[in-house]
Protein backbone atom coordinates (compact mmCIF):
# COMPACT_ATOMS: atom_id res chain seq x y z
CA UNK A 1 0.00 0.00 0.00
CA UNK A 2 1.58 3.67 -1.15
CA UNK A 3 1.10 5.47 2.17
CA UNK A 4 0.87 10.07 1.88
CA UNK A 5 2.51 11.94 4.77
CA UNK A 6 -0.12 13.72 5.25
CA UNK A 7 -3.77 13.75 4.66
CA UNK A 8 -6.52 16.24 4.74
CA UNK A 9 -9.44 15.92 7.33
CA UNK A 10 -12.07 19.03 7.69
CA UNK A 11 -12.63 20.36 11.56
CA UNK A 12 -15.62 22.60 12.44
CA UNK A 13 -13.87 25.88 12.97
CA UNK A 14 -16.71 28.34 13.97
CA UNK A 15 -20.74 27.56 14.58
CA UNK A 16 -22.26 29.28 11.86
CA UNK A 17 -25.21 32.07 13.69
CA UNK A 18 -27.38 31.50 9.88
CA UNK A 19 -26.14 30.83 6.95
CA UNK A 20 -22.98 28.06 6.16
CA UNK A 21 -19.69 30.57 5.41
CA UNK A 22 -16.50 30.14 4.67
CA UNK A 23 -15.09 30.29 7.91
CA UNK A 24 -17.19 27.85 8.98
CA UNK A 25 -14.89 24.73 8.45
CA UNK A 26 -11.28 24.69 8.25
CA UNK A 27 -9.10 21.48 6.73
CA UNK A 28 -6.30 20.34 8.70
CA UNK A 29 -3.19 18.66 7.45
CA UNK A 30 -2.57 15.17 9.65
CA UNK A 31 0.23 13.07 9.39
CA UNK A 32 -0.71 9.71 7.90
CA UNK A 33 1.82 7.78 9.91
CA UNK A 34 0.64 9.50 13.05
CA UNK A 35 -3.49 8.30 12.52
CA UNK A 36 -1.97 4.80 11.75
CA UNK A 37 -0.27 4.28 14.71
CA UNK A 38 -3.61 4.19 16.63
CA UNK A 39 -4.77 1.41 14.93
CA UNK A 40 -5.92 -1.04 17.78
CA UNK A 41 -6.09 -4.72 17.44
CA UNK A 42 -9.50 -4.78 16.85
CA UNK A 43 -9.67 -1.78 14.31
CA UNK A 44 -9.64 -1.26 10.37
CA UNK A 45 -7.83 1.70 8.81
CA UNK A 46 -10.42 2.84 6.16
CA UNK A 47 -9.71 5.05 3.16
CA UNK A 48 -12.70 7.47 2.33
CA UNK A 49 -14.40 7.10 -0.81
CA UNK A 50 -17.89 9.00 -0.81
CA UNK A 51 -19.56 11.11 1.51
CA UNK A 52 -22.95 12.08 2.10
CA UNK A 53 -24.08 15.84 2.07
CA UNK A 54 -27.49 16.00 4.39
CA UNK A 55 -29.45 18.92 5.73
CA UNK A 56 -29.51 17.62 9.34
CA UNK A 57 -25.78 18.47 9.26
CA UNK A 58 -26.55 21.88 9.24
CA UNK A 59 -28.52 20.86 12.50
CA UNK A 60 -25.24 18.94 13.98
CA UNK A 61 -23.81 22.73 14.18
CA UNK A 62 -25.84 23.87 16.26
CA UNK A 63 -25.30 23.63 20.05
CA UNK A 64 -28.50 22.49 21.26
CA UNK A 65 -30.42 19.69 22.67
CA UNK A 66 -31.28 16.77 20.03
CA UNK A 67 -31.43 13.67 18.55
CA UNK A 68 -27.65 13.29 18.40
CA UNK A 69 -24.81 15.84 19.52
CA UNK A 70 -23.38 18.98 18.70
CA UNK A 71 -19.91 18.44 16.81
CA UNK A 72 -18.03 20.34 18.45
CA UNK A 73 -15.25 22.97 17.72
CA UNK A 74 -12.22 21.64 16.57
CA UNK A 75 -13.97 17.95 16.00
CA UNK A 76 -13.79 16.34 12.38
CA UNK A 77 -17.03 17.11 10.97
CA UNK A 78 -19.51 14.42 11.07
CA UNK A 79 -20.94 12.61 7.58
CA UNK A 80 -21.75 9.22 6.87
CA UNK A 81 -19.95 7.83 4.21
CA UNK A 82 -18.41 4.90 2.53
CA UNK A 83 -14.72 3.43 2.35
CA UNK A 84 -12.53 1.13 1.94
CA UNK A 85 -10.26 -1.43 4.55
CA UNK A 86 -6.95 -0.53 3.61
CA UNK A 87 -5.21 -2.09 6.68
CA UNK A 88 -6.01 -3.45 10.05
CA UNK A 89 -5.78 -4.28 13.36
CA UNK A 90 -4.33 -7.65 14.18
CA UNK A 91 -7.92 -9.52 15.25
CA UNK A 92 -10.08 -7.72 12.73
CA UNK A 93 -11.40 -9.67 10.40
CA UNK A 94 -12.69 -7.90 7.52
CA UNK A 95 -10.52 -8.51 4.41
CA UNK A 96 -8.82 -5.68 3.29
CA UNK A 97 -10.24 -4.31 0.17
CA UNK A 98 -13.34 -4.49 1.65
CA UNK A 99 -16.25 -1.85 1.38
CA UNK A 100 -17.67 -0.20 4.51
CA UNK A 101 -20.15 2.45 6.06
CA UNK A 102 -19.17 4.22 9.14
CA UNK A 103 -22.42 5.03 9.89
CA UNK A 104 -25.41 2.76 9.03
CA UNK A 105 -25.00 -0.46 6.34
CA UNK A 106 -25.87 -3.82 5.40
CA UNK A 107 -25.01 -6.50 3.49
CA UNK A 108 -27.81 -6.37 0.88
CA UNK A 109 -27.28 -10.14 0.02
CA UNK A 110 -28.28 -11.43 3.18
CA UNK A 111 -30.68 -8.12 4.15
CA UNK A 112 -29.71 -7.65 7.48
CA UNK A 113 -29.11 -4.91 9.47
CA UNK A 114 -25.71 -5.13 11.46
CA UNK A 115 -26.07 -1.77 13.36
CA UNK A 116 -26.45 1.82 13.64
CA UNK A 117 -23.97 3.10 15.81
CA UNK A 118 -23.61 6.54 16.30
CA UNK A 119 -20.21 6.62 18.06
CA UNK A 120 -18.80 6.01 14.94
CA UNK A 121 -19.68 9.07 13.93
CA UNK A 122 -17.58 10.51 15.84
CA UNK A 123 -14.28 8.55 14.23
CA UNK A 124 -15.56 9.46 10.80
CA UNK A 125 -17.09 12.33 8.36
CA UNK A 126 -14.93 15.08 6.73
CA UNK A 127 -11.85 13.02 6.41
CA UNK A 128 -9.50 11.38 3.65
CA UNK A 129 -8.48 8.31 6.30
CA UNK A 130 -9.64 7.33 9.47
CA UNK A 131 -9.33 4.47 12.06
CA UNK A 132 -12.88 2.76 13.27
CA UNK A 133 -13.35 0.13 15.62
CA UNK A 134 -14.25 -3.20 13.38
CA UNK A 135 -17.75 -3.28 15.39
CA UNK A 136 -18.94 0.06 14.32
CA UNK A 137 -17.92 -0.29 10.52
CA UNK A 138 -20.48 -2.81 8.08
CA UNK A 139 -19.38 -4.66 5.67
CA UNK A 140 -21.61 -3.87 2.05
CA UNK A 141 -21.56 -6.46 -1.18
CA UNK A 142 -22.96 -4.66 -3.93
CA UNK A 143 -25.15 -6.38 -5.62
CA UNK A 144 -25.80 -6.47 -9.34
CA UNK A 145 -27.65 -3.04 -10.46
CA UNK A 146 -27.17 -1.58 -7.48
CA UNK A 147 -24.32 1.50 -7.07
CA UNK A 148 -22.27 1.58 -3.75
CA UNK A 149 -23.38 5.03 -3.53
CA UNK A 150 -26.80 3.86 -3.43
CA UNK A 151 -25.99 3.29 0.07
CA UNK A 152 -25.79 6.72 1.04
CA UNK A 153 -29.04 7.70 -0.93
CA UNK A 154 -32.18 5.23 -0.86
CA UNK A 155 -30.92 2.27 0.03
CA UNK A 156 -29.31 4.67 3.56
CA UNK A 157 -31.10 7.39 5.42
CA UNK A 158 -32.77 9.35 2.91
CA UNK A 159 -34.71 6.22 1.23
CA UNK A 160 -35.94 5.04 4.68
CA UNK A 161 -36.96 8.21 5.72
CA UNK A 162 -39.10 8.25 2.22
CA UNK A 163 -40.45 4.69 3.02
CA UNK A 164 -40.81 4.63 6.70
CA UNK A 165 -42.39 8.60 6.42
CA UNK A 166 -44.98 7.99 3.74
CA UNK A 167 -46.06 4.40 5.19
CA UNK A 168 -45.87 4.61 8.48
CA UNK A 169 -46.18 8.36 9.00
CA UNK A 170 -48.34 9.07 6.26
CA UNK A 171 -50.22 5.92 6.34
CA UNK A 172 -50.98 6.40 2.76
CA UNK A 173 -53.69 4.87 0.87
CA UNK A 174 -54.25 3.78 -2.99
CA UNK A 175 -56.32 6.80 -4.53
CA UNK A 176 -55.22 8.94 -2.17
CA UNK A 177 -53.54 12.75 -3.06
CA UNK A 178 -49.85 13.04 -1.99
CA UNK A 179 -48.32 16.13 -1.93
CA UNK A 180 -44.63 15.99 -1.23
CA UNK A 181 -42.40 19.28 -1.24
CA UNK A 182 -38.16 19.49 -1.82
CA UNK A 183 -39.61 17.32 -4.43
CA UNK A 184 -36.48 17.10 -6.40
CA UNK A 185 -33.99 15.90 -3.41
CA UNK A 186 -33.13 12.75 -2.33
CA UNK A 187 -35.59 12.35 -0.10
CA UNK A 188 -38.49 13.67 -1.69
CA UNK A 189 -37.92 12.15 -5.23
CA UNK A 190 -38.50 8.78 -3.52
CA UNK A 191 -41.25 9.73 -2.02
CA UNK A 192 -42.82 10.86 -5.02
CA UNK A 193 -41.75 7.42 -6.73
CA UNK A 194 -43.31 5.63 -3.86
CA UNK A 195 -46.29 6.99 -3.62
CA UNK A 196 -47.11 6.34 -7.17
CA UNK A 197 -46.41 3.11 -7.17
CA UNK A 198 -48.84 3.10 -3.93
CA UNK A 199 -51.36 3.98 -5.92
CA UNK A 200 -51.93 7.55 -5.21
CA UNK A 201 -51.87 10.86 -7.20
CA UNK A 202 -49.02 12.41 -6.51
CA UNK A 203 -48.38 16.55 -6.72
CA UNK A 204 -44.24 17.67 -6.41
CA UNK A 205 -43.23 21.34 -5.18
CA UNK A 206 -39.83 21.83 -5.79
CA UNK A 207 -37.67 25.05 -6.58
CA UNK A 208 -37.14 25.12 -10.44
CA UNK A 209 -38.64 24.81 -13.86
CA UNK A 210 -36.11 22.14 -14.78
CA UNK A 211 -36.40 20.18 -11.40
CA UNK A 212 -40.48 20.48 -12.09
CA UNK A 213 -40.16 19.12 -15.90
CA UNK A 214 -37.60 16.33 -14.44
CA UNK A 215 -40.50 15.24 -11.72
CA UNK A 216 -42.93 15.25 -14.50
CA UNK A 217 -40.51 13.51 -17.29
CA UNK A 218 -38.58 11.67 -15.33
CA UNK A 219 -39.97 10.92 -11.74
CA UNK A 220 -43.12 10.38 -13.27
CA UNK A 221 -45.61 12.98 -10.73
CA UNK A 222 -48.57 14.41 -12.10
CA UNK A 223 -47.58 17.95 -11.80
CA UNK A 224 -45.09 19.85 -10.75
CA UNK A 225 -45.34 23.19 -9.10
CA UNK A 226 -42.31 25.99 -8.95
CA UNK A 227 -42.46 27.62 -5.60
CA UNK A 228 -40.38 30.18 -7.37
CA UNK A 229 -42.72 31.56 -9.43
CA UNK A 230 -45.18 34.11 -8.32
CA UNK A 231 -48.87 32.64 -8.33
CA UNK A 232 -47.85 29.18 -7.89
CA UNK A 233 -50.33 28.86 -5.40
CA UNK A 234 -53.07 29.56 -7.72
CA UNK A 235 -52.06 26.60 -10.07
CA UNK A 236 -52.08 24.51 -7.45
CA UNK A 237 -55.32 25.27 -5.80
CA UNK A 238 -56.81 24.37 -9.70
CA UNK A 239 -54.67 21.38 -10.17
CA UNK A 240 -54.71 19.67 -6.81
CA UNK A 241 -57.26 20.54 -5.13
CA UNK A 242 -56.95 19.13 -1.28
CA UNK A 243 -54.52 17.04 -0.33
CA UNK A 244 -54.91 13.43 1.93
CA UNK A 245 -50.91 13.46 2.79
CA UNK A 246 -48.64 16.11 2.81
CA UNK A 247 -44.23 15.01 2.96
CA UNK A 248 -42.89 18.29 4.10
CA UNK A 249 -39.85 18.73 3.56
CA UNK A 250 -39.19 22.21 3.76
CA UNK A 251 -41.54 23.64 6.53
CA UNK A 252 -42.10 27.12 6.48
CA UNK A 253 -44.40 29.13 3.44
CA UNK A 254 -45.15 25.82 1.89
CA UNK A 255 -46.20 24.24 4.95
CA UNK A 256 -48.14 27.02 5.86
CA UNK A 257 -49.59 27.09 2.38
CA UNK A 258 -50.52 23.56 2.63
CA UNK A 259 -52.12 23.39 5.64
CA UNK A 260 -55.12 25.38 4.12
CA UNK A 261 -55.09 22.35 1.87
CA UNK A 262 -56.06 19.90 3.77
CA UNK A 263 -58.94 17.48 3.32
CA UNK A 264 -60.70 15.94 6.24
CA UNK A 265 -58.27 13.20 8.16
CA UNK A 266 -55.45 14.79 6.49
CA UNK A 267 -51.80 13.66 7.75
CA UNK A 268 -48.72 16.10 7.03
CA UNK A 269 -45.55 13.98 7.64
CA UNK A 270 -43.27 16.45 9.36
CA UNK A 271 -39.73 15.15 8.07
CA UNK A 272 -37.58 18.26 7.72
CA UNK A 273 -38.08 21.88 7.50
CA UNK A 274 -34.97 22.94 5.51
CA UNK A 275 -36.42 26.61 5.00
CA UNK A 276 -35.83 27.07 8.71
CA UNK A 277 -32.44 25.46 9.34
CA UNK A 278 -30.38 28.21 9.22
CA UNK A 279 -32.32 30.69 11.06
CA UNK A 280 -32.09 31.17 14.52
CA UNK A 281 -36.17 31.50 15.19
CA UNK A 282 -38.38 29.65 12.80
CA UNK A 283 -41.15 31.48 11.40
CA UNK A 284 -44.46 30.42 12.92
CA UNK A 285 -46.96 28.92 11.20
CA UNK A 286 -50.76 30.98 10.37
CA UNK A 287 -52.84 28.57 9.39
CA UNK A 288 -52.99 25.32 11.60
CA UNK A 289 -56.59 25.46 12.85
CA UNK A 290 -57.70 24.04 9.53
CA UNK A 291 -55.70 21.11 11.57
CA UNK A 292 -58.78 21.08 13.70
CA UNK A 293 -61.12 21.61 11.43
CA UNK A 294 -60.13 18.92 9.13
CA UNK A 295 -59.70 16.55 12.43
CA UNK A 296 -55.99 16.26 10.42
CA UNK A 297 -52.26 14.85 11.88
CA UNK A 298 -49.35 16.78 11.77
CA UNK A 299 -46.12 14.02 12.83
CA UNK A 300 -42.41 14.31 13.10
CA UNK A 301 -40.65 11.48 13.00
CA UNK A 302 -36.44 10.35 13.08
CA UNK A 303 -36.07 7.38 11.05
CA UNK A 304 -33.42 6.11 13.00
CA UNK A 305 -36.82 5.03 15.36
CA UNK A 306 -37.32 2.39 12.45
CA UNK A 307 -33.60 1.05 12.72
CA UNK A 308 -35.04 -2.49 13.14
CA UNK A 309 -37.15 -2.32 9.85
CA UNK A 310 -34.63 -1.14 7.27
CA UNK A 311 -33.73 -4.33 5.88
CA UNK A 312 -38.20 -4.49 4.79
CA UNK A 313 -37.33 -1.34 3.47
CA UNK A 314 -33.79 -2.29 1.50
CA UNK A 315 -36.18 -5.00 0.18
CA UNK A 316 -38.42 -3.00 -1.99
CA UNK A 317 -36.22 -0.23 -2.90
CA UNK A 318 -33.04 -2.17 -3.74
CA UNK A 319 -35.69 -4.67 -5.92
CA UNK A 320 -36.95 -1.39 -7.05
CA UNK A 321 -33.65 -0.14 -7.89
CA UNK A 322 -32.48 -3.49 -9.95
CA UNK A 323 -35.52 -3.79 -12.34
CA UNK A 324 -34.73 0.28 -13.26
CA UNK A 325 -38.59 0.98 -11.63
CA UNK A 326 -36.96 3.60 -9.05
CA UNK A 327 -35.04 6.33 -10.36
CA UNK A 328 -31.99 8.23 -8.90
CA UNK A 329 -29.85 11.02 -9.51
CA UNK A 330 -26.35 11.80 -8.14
CA UNK A 331 -25.41 15.31 -7.90
CA UNK A 332 -21.59 14.78 -7.02
CA UNK A 333 -19.06 16.92 -6.13
CA UNK A 334 -15.06 15.86 -6.34
CA UNK A 335 -13.07 16.10 -3.64
CA UNK A 336 -12.67 16.31 -0.06
CA UNK A 337 -11.73 20.00 0.13
CA UNK A 338 -15.02 21.06 -1.82
CA UNK A 339 -17.39 19.67 1.07
CA UNK A 340 -17.44 22.76 2.68
CA UNK A 341 -18.63 24.97 -0.01
CA UNK A 342 -20.80 21.97 -1.37
CA UNK A 343 -23.18 21.35 1.76
CA UNK A 344 -24.65 24.77 0.90
CA UNK A 345 -26.24 24.02 -2.17
CA UNK A 346 -28.59 22.18 -0.09
CA UNK A 347 -29.92 25.62 0.81
CA UNK A 348 -29.99 27.07 -2.27
CA UNK A 349 -31.12 24.06 -4.08
CA UNK A 350 -27.83 23.88 -6.17
CA UNK A 351 -28.41 19.76 -6.28
CA UNK A 352 -31.04 17.65 -7.85
CA UNK A 353 -31.41 14.38 -6.40
CA UNK A 354 -28.64 13.31 -3.55
CA UNK A 355 -25.84 15.20 -2.74
CA UNK A 356 -22.70 13.46 -2.46
CA UNK A 357 -18.67 14.23 -1.94
CA UNK A 358 -16.12 11.88 -4.23
CA UNK A 359 -13.24 11.40 -1.67
CA UNK A 360 -11.40 8.72 -3.81
CA UNK A 361 -12.16 6.64 -6.69
CA UNK A 362 -12.57 2.97 -5.37
CA UNK A 363 -10.94 1.59 -8.18
CA UNK A 364 -7.82 3.79 -8.00
CA UNK A 365 -7.93 2.85 -3.49
CA UNK A 366 -7.94 -0.55 -4.14
CA UNK A 367 -5.28 -0.47 -7.39
CA UNK A 368 -3.05 0.41 -4.78
CA UNK A 369 -3.65 -1.86 -1.80
N1 LIG B 1 -36.86 13.11 9.83
C1 LIG B 1 -35.79 12.43 9.45
O1 LIG B 1 -35.42 11.42 10.06
C2 LIG B 1 -35.02 12.90 8.26
C3 LIG B 1 -33.98 12.12 7.72
C4 LIG B 1 -33.33 12.57 6.56
C5 LIG B 1 -33.70 13.80 6.00
N2 LIG B 1 -34.68 14.54 6.60
C6 LIG B 1 -35.10 15.83 6.04
O2 LIG B 1 -35.57 15.60 4.72
C7 LIG B 1 -35.45 16.80 3.98
C8 LIG B 1 -34.83 16.48 2.62
O3 LIG B 1 -33.50 16.02 2.82
P1 LIG B 1 -32.62 15.57 1.57
O4 LIG B 1 -31.39 14.95 2.11
O5 LIG B 1 -33.46 14.82 0.64
O6 LIG B 1 -32.20 16.97 0.92
P2 LIG B 1 -32.50 17.41 -0.56
O7 LIG B 1 -33.99 17.50 -0.70
O8 LIG B 1 -31.74 16.54 -1.49
O9 LIG B 1 -31.88 18.87 -0.64
C9 LIG B 1 -32.50 19.93 -0.02
C10 LIG B 1 -33.47 20.67 -0.98
O10 LIG B 1 -34.31 21.50 -0.19
C11 LIG B 1 -34.80 22.55 -0.99
N3 LIG B 1 -34.80 23.80 -0.22
C12 LIG B 1 -33.74 24.42 0.34
N4 LIG B 1 -34.12 25.56 0.96
C13 LIG B 1 -35.47 25.64 0.78
C14 LIG B 1 -36.45 26.60 1.19
N5 LIG B 1 -36.14 27.69 1.88
N6 LIG B 1 -37.74 26.38 0.82
C15 LIG B 1 -38.08 25.28 0.10
N7 LIG B 1 -37.20 24.34 -0.31
C16 LIG B 1 -35.90 24.52 0.03
C17 LIG B 1 -33.86 22.67 -2.19
O11 LIG B 1 -34.58 22.32 -3.37
P3 LIG B 1 -35.45 23.41 -4.18
O12 LIG B 1 -34.63 23.80 -5.36
O13 LIG B 1 -36.66 22.64 -4.50
O14 LIG B 1 -35.68 24.57 -3.27
C18 LIG B 1 -32.77 21.63 -1.92
O15 LIG B 1 -32.32 21.01 -3.09
C19 LIG B 1 -34.62 17.76 4.83
O16 LIG B 1 -35.48 18.68 5.46
C20 LIG B 1 -33.99 16.85 5.86
O17 LIG B 1 -33.66 17.50 7.04
C21 LIG B 1 -35.34 14.11 7.70
Known sequence: MSQPINFTRIVLNSRPVGDIEPQTFRPEQVSFASLKQKLGDNDVFVQ??????????????????????????????????????????KKSKLPIGQLVTGTVGMTLSALFLISTNFESLYHSGWTEYAVLPEK???????????????FLNNIGMAGFTAYFGLKDVGNLRPGETLVVSGAAGAVGSLVC???????????????????????VDEIGVDAAFNYKQKGWEEDFKKQVGYLDVYFDNVGG???????????????????????????????????YLTLIAMRAKIQGFIVFDYENRYPEAVQVISKGLIDGSIKRKFHIVEGLEKAPEALPLLFSGGNTGKLVVKVADPKDVRAKL
Not at 136 to 150: L, M
Not at 262 to 285: F, H, M, Q, T
Request: net charge positive; with cysteine; proline share 5%.
Open 136 to 150: HVTPINVPKGIQDID
Open 193 to 215: QLGKSMGAKVYAIAGSKDKCSWL
Open 48 to 89: VTWLSLDPAMRGWLRDVRSYLPPVQIGEVMRASGLGIVIAKG
Open 253 to 287: DILDFCLTRLKKDARIVLCGAISAYNSAKPKGLQN
